[in-house]
């Protein structure tokens, strides 16, 4: 402030800022780099993101959760034991948590292959026991078994005298994403006629919330990119919307008997503007078939295959990220996978950091205060609208293909996925997309987190069948209400059908896999021999020649399980390839400059061969001196960019020669 109380004028002491002259500056610092290449990137869907944006003027919210309205903080149900899940989810919802999902085994949510098993309406209530419904928001995550639970929770809430309008239950019906994920669907037909059924019985009992769910988890699971995830939900909700159609409901209600979920994962702000993208999406879809617009149920989960089973704390980190991105992109509910679910069922201690996560960021740090805080931004802007461009022309695509049921029969949209996975799982091996705690700054001797242990539980089986009517407008979903009611179990329900078709699975993965696969059969072999197998650094010249590349050597060889501790200078070759027998190791590394490896790398390699080296690397490109140093002993090199669990694997086997 000035002595007369004005604000100072600081900026009026600058020039302008321009655009030109950032981008003089910066080529100026580039000196003759390409632009586009060195600070343009891409994402998996071929989008450019740009390093600067204009701010985009007259951008309005869009519209979301009520404003100042904190999303749900949503716990999983998922031990297998319905009581013991009961407990864990209790002590969930007094310790914050504000809305539950049901995962139950072979469900989209179930990765392990543990989740919760309830055979019947005893199960449900030992599962819900001492769970208000009518205050506390359920989702049913259960697969081909949805429609099975829906007709439970509708025997057990007309059973308990309660008011079905009064309670937020997204009853999670999706044969679409079951198709997608096990590979396997009865004739579509049938499968749609059961989905309007248990919709049309559902509502006339009296439930409100979304019935049918399109759930892009499958595509973000099995490694997909964020246009892909987004046009299979929309392609999902849209065949739904026919379906329902077709069996008698206005067109208004069939869009709010669907709801959407989606991942959020460690890229912030792709996630966000994913969030955004569905909700432009969705609004697209209704001004297309003139409905008015209505709120969408958008439900978000952190992303699985982001989890690290190496190096777990760091999932705090990455969940932190993704919540953040659910939350500030308008997610209604979101979900947060424990730290520890990659390594096991998570126990009471993950699941309070799981929810404290975010609470933190709602209660802390205010973040649901400011409706769609991103409006404006022009890089966010920007990214929504080509993730909504990009998506939009993808949904286009399969529904001239026959619609999203079609594009996965005939495996189309498995096609597009394996290549969105491949070049994924290319960026992660070159470690262009790193994975910290995995691919990058390993922990050899971390320790393993707790987690529980249930024992096995299988469904139980019905001596008994039941028979049920056709699937109409909800005759059959009442009989199964009924038979529910009346104590039959849900596996008598489950039927074989000899028109089942066949398609490739969308199975889940985690981005960490080939490196944990290493990193397992290393520490397997280190229990069995005592000793974790090492790589020799060996190190020429002064610390300042080697450090950059030792270090570098250091964090790829742990990255595959192997111990590569960086020595102190050698005097001369003869210390370095004593220093070499002494360690045991069968594997060496040379770590030092070009100027080095011109002049002492060859003598090196030779002499470390000679002292009984199985397998010589060389940290760094080898230029033109690659073919004397092969003749030296050099087996290969590495480098930033190379494909590091090729060379992990190469390593491995070097043991065994």
Known sequence: MTDTGEPLALASEFPPATEAAWRAAVDAVLKGKPFDKVLVNRTADGIAIQPLYPRKTGATP???????????????????????????????????ASGLVIVTRGAIG?????????????????????????????????????????????????????????LNIAFGIDPIGAFARRGTLEDWNGAAAKASDAVLGLRARGFAGSQLVADGRVIHDSGGSEAQELAFALGTAVQYLRVLEAAGLPLDEAARAVSVVLTADADQFLSMAKMRAMRRLWARMEEATGLAPSPLDLHAETGWRMLTRVDPAVNWLRTT?????????????????PWTAAIGLPDAFARRVARNTQLILIEESNLHRVADPAAGSGGMEALTDEICRHAWALFQDWEKAGGIVAALSTGTVQAAVAKARAARISAIARRREPLTGASEFPNINETVPEVLTPPHRETRRSPATVDLPPAGGGERFAAQVTAFAGGSLRSALSRPKSDTVFVDPLAPMRLAEPFEALRSALDALTAGRGARPQVFLAVLGPVSAFTARATFARNLFEAGGFAAPIPEPFGDLAALVAAFRASGAAIACLCSSDDLYASEAADAAEALRNAGARQIWLAGRPGDLEAALKVAGVDDFIFAGCDVVECLKAARAALDA
């Open 62 to 96: 869009l519209a979301a959760r009520a404003p100042g309205a904190p999303w749900t903080v949503v716990q999983r149900m998922d031990h297998p034991d319905p009581a013991e899940a009961n407990a864990l989810a209790l002590e969930d919802l007094s310790g914050g």
């Open 110 to 166: 179930d990765r392990r292959g543990d989740a919760l098993v309830i055979d019947d309406l005893a199960d449900l209530d030992r599962l819900l026991d001492g769970v208000m419904l009518d205050l506390i928001p359920i989702r049913v995550d259960a697969g081909t078994a949805a429609g099975h639970l829906a007709a439970m929770l509708a025997a057990k809430v007309a059973r308990d005298g309660l008011d079905p309008a009064a």
């Open 321 to 337: 990220t993704a919540v953040f991105a659910a939350g500030i992109g308008g997610a209604d509910h979101v979900m947060v996978e």
